[in-house]
């Protein structure tokens, strides 16, 4: 019966050191399959590997072009949190500087040295301001990058359409008057352009490398996304080992 206690110990304490990743040289003699068949409700334990060369990661990061299948998951990709989030910023930013603008931006008068001067700036033109040049004005680098960030598959596709909803909110900021802010007098017509050819090209290849990055950050940190043994864990392994 003492042996049995003994040996039903020596199972616990090796459980529980499975369940933490904690690494014990008598393990070895037992061998992988053992333990692995130890883990928690039958779940193998995923030993940590070494850690691959910047070269390594830096060309194992890259993914190539599956066209159709992108094409097919199209509905799944703009489902996407970054997605959302970078259309919705903007729209709402453009919305925001074209209602906070267009008095200011129709009462410039470009024939004289300084149109604003004696002019008061609203503070919601500011702000959007801020939030247009960053998701709006070609080419919408934040937009693109937090599209790549969070995208599973197809950051290209995603940061394209994005790169199409954009050209659309900067094309309808200035032709509306408050877009005089940003055009003054010149012609719209090459502000147009370059918003419908920037915009789509510049999202989809930053949205691309950013995806490229955080492939990247993956592949040469393999334990950047495991989390650690919570306290309540740590406590409970204790209570079985006594």
């Known amino acids: 019966m003492a042996r049995a206690k003994r040996t039903d110990r020596t199972e616990a304490r090796r459980r529980y050191r499975v369940e933490q ?9 037992i061998g992988p399959n053992v333990i692995a068949g130890s883990a928690k409700d039958g779940a193998a ?14 060309r194992g990061a890259a ?3 599956d066209l159709r299948g ?3 998951a199209l509905p799944v990709i703009i489902r996407e949190r970054g997605f959302l989030i970078s259309v919705a910023v903007a729209v709402v930013a453009t919305a925001v500087f074209v209602v906070a603008t267009n008095e200011l931006g129709a009462s410039l ?3 004289l040295p300084e149109p604003l001067k004696d002019k008061t700036m609203p503070a919601a033109t500011s702000i959007s301001y801020l ?3 960053l998701f709006v004005a070609p080419p919408p680098a934040a937009g693109g990058f937090l599209i790549g960030f969070f995208a599973k598959r197809g950051s290209w596709l995603s940061g394209l359409i994005f790169g ?5 909110c900067y094309s309808w900021m200035i032709v509306s008057p ?14 147009i352009v370059q918003a419908w050819v920037a915009g789509p090209i510049g999202a989809a290849l930053f949205a691309s490398a950013a995806a490229w990055y955080r492939r990247f950050l993956d592949l040469a940190n393999p334990n950047r996304g495991q989390r650690r043994p919570t306290r309540q864990a740590q406590a409970r392994g204790g209570q079985k080992r006594r």
Request: glycine letters at 8%; hydrophobic letters at 50%; a neutral charge.
């Open 164 to 168: 199409v909803v954009a050209a659309a």
């Open 45 to 58: 334990a995923t030993p940590t590997g070494a850690r691959p060369s910047i070269v390594a990661s830096f």
């Open 178 to 191: 408050a877009g005089r802010l940003l055009a003054g007098q010149n012609p719209t017509s090459p502000f």
């Open 63 to 65: 993914r190539p072009l």
């Open 109 to 111: 008068d470009f024939s």
């Open 21 to 29: 990743g904690i690494a014990d040289p008598a393990d070895a003699a």
């Open 70 to 72: 992108d094409l097919r």
């Open 131 to 133: 939030a247009v040049s």
